[in-house]
């Protein structure tokens, strides 16, 4: 599984991901009129506020490759119960519920990042010897009680060991050659080293290297995985070691800086590694601790998975390194840390629940470390403690912002009510991200609500499809709220 698995209940089934399935599928193109201004449109009567649907400007749907996931589980706790769910990719073509949703939505061409630097050159620098506090993986043996973990190979020691190396100049990671007693959704070491091995290849060496790293025949992964079926803890080693020898020279002669360099973008699937990696070694261990969020409050627990949130940051909001994004509810801080480092840009968030607070510190400590150990620069991230109204250093930050995400799904009417008035002092064009609109279907402006902050947004209605929110693998709509003043000032000078 990836990144964002969900908590499975003791004493259930693991549920095993489907047989991988590639579906076609045809969407007719619509084409629409171009959207025009207000001010060239005085004339749309009573200022009535306009929803958009997804695809309005008729982009073509894209056919896209399914690949498996890899088998990094992750806990996870939804709002109103404990469930365990694969993504829309890894659902059965034939399901019936599931056949007419996996739609892919159009793709926007978003241009390279040129201000992006997306090497850290601390990482490969001799600062502190590389040496910094982190959670190993051998550690997540001794983190985790609620998983009784046993020696992957028989004669082994309980906590045999082997140190294997990541692209950047710090320190070997730890790992125990262990596998979990029970079942297949808790972590497993040797198959977090296979995925690391494939991430690195695909992302950090020439295209020559790359082929070597990973031929059927003699690549690393290739050679490990053989080697874990055959249960040779001998092999296992020998790989690993030659691995380590082999990136360290890539490393020393620039190879690897010099990939790097050449990057103005991160791929959303390296992303999510490194989030996966933070998450099972930090949140996982101490997931039970969300159950404490109260359904039927504003405090329900529950997030968007990763590929919707490159989606919104690539496609819907465009965001550069130069921008700032805001999450109000940001829970454990997922959304932040990978906007973060997607992204490159200021990320801040605020959240008023302890425990997810607690998590979210957790988090963002391990990942500093887990981006040093890959060698990447990530953008400022700042987490808060508190209610989101009345923080004095988030209303500053907002009126700052560009993209600001409220997960909104499970907030009463009083909150949304309440938030909406932080939005007038939002600067012009500021995008607002949401599960539920904050302007009601049909709203109107009159002489009677010309001070509503409904008037100030531009809202634009969009689909998003199975696998994107972790409460629910159904499909669902979601918003994108644009700052605009013009339609208040062409009806001000309309009626004046």
């Not at 119960?81 to 599931?98: A, I, K, T």
């Amino acid at each position: 599984m990836g990144f964002f698995d969900h908590f499975q209940k003791k004493g259930s089934n693991p549920i095993k991901p489907q047989p991988l399935q590639i579906r076609r599928e045809l969407v007719p193109q619509t084409t629409s009129s171009s959207k025009k201004s207000l001010l060239d449109k005085p004339q749309r009567p009573n200022g009535q506020a306009r929803f958009r649907r997804d695809g309005e400007h008729g982009a073509p749907h894209h056919a896209k490759s399914l690949k498996p996931p890899s088998k990094n589980p992750r806990k996870r706790v939804s709002p109103s119960q404990l469930r365990v769910e694969s993504s829309s990719e890894d659902s059965q073509e034939g399901s019936p519920s599931n056949a007419s949703r996996k739609k892919l939505k159009p793709s926007l061409s978003v241009g390279p990042d040129l201000q992006r630097q997306v090497r850290s050159r601390k990482a490969f620098s001799d600062d502190d010897s590389g040496q910094f506090p982190m959670v190993h993986a051998a550690d997540i043996t001794s983190l985790d009680t609620s998983v009784k973990f046993v020696p992957a190979f028989e004669g082994l020691p309980e906590r045999a060991e082997v140190l294997f190396q990541y692209p950047s100049a710090s320190q070997q990671e730890r790992y125990h050659l262990v596998k979990p007693q029970h079942g297949h959704d808790d972590f497993e070491a040797l198959e977090d080293i296979i995925q690391v091995m494939y991430k690195v290849a695909e992302h950090y060496l020439p295209e020559v290297e790359r082929e070597s790293f990973t031929d059927e025949s003699t690549g690393f992964p290739q050679r490990l995985s053989r080697a874990v079926k055959r249960h040779s803890e001998k092999d296992v080693r020998g790989v690993i070691l030659e691995w380590n020898a082999a990136l360290v020279k890539l490393r020393d002669n620039g190879t690897i800086s010099q990939v790097l360099d050449g990057c103005k973008c991160l791929d959303p699937k390296l992303v999510e590694r490194i989030l996966t990696q933070t998450y099972s070694r930090t949140v996982s261990p101490r997931v039970s601790s969300l159950r404490e969020y109260e359904n039927g409050t504003d405090n329900v627990y529950g997030e968007l998975l990763p590929k919707f949130v490159s989606d919104i940051l690539k496609k819907d909001t465009r965001m550069k390194s130069d921008h700032i994004f805001v999450d109000l509810g940001s829970g454990v801080g997922n959304v932040v840390l990978q906007v973060a480092l997607e992204i490159g840009c200021e990320s801040w968030g605020c959240e008023m629940m302890k425990n997810a607070c607690d998590l979210a510190d957790l988090q963002q400590n391990e990942f500093r470390a887990r981006c040093r150990l890959w060698g990447l620069a990530v953008g400022d991230i700042h987490l808060e403690r508190g209610d989101f109204l009345t923080n004095v250093v988030m209303g500053k930050v907002l009126k700052r912002a560009d993209v600001i995400l409220v997960n909104n799904q499970a907030f009463t009417p009083e909150l949304n009510d309440r938030l909406t008035g932080l939005f007038l002092d939002l600067k012009e064009g500021c995008r607002i991200v949401s599960l539920k609109s904050f302007v009601p279907p049909g709203h109107k402006i009159t002489h009677r609500n010309l001070n509503s902050p409904y008037n100030i947004l531009e809202v634009e209605q969009k689909e998003y499809y199975s696998g994107c929110v972790s409460w629910t693998n159904a499909p669902g709509t979601y918003y994108v709220s644009t700052k605009d003043t013009t339609k208040i000032k062409s009806f001000a000078e309309m009626h004046t």
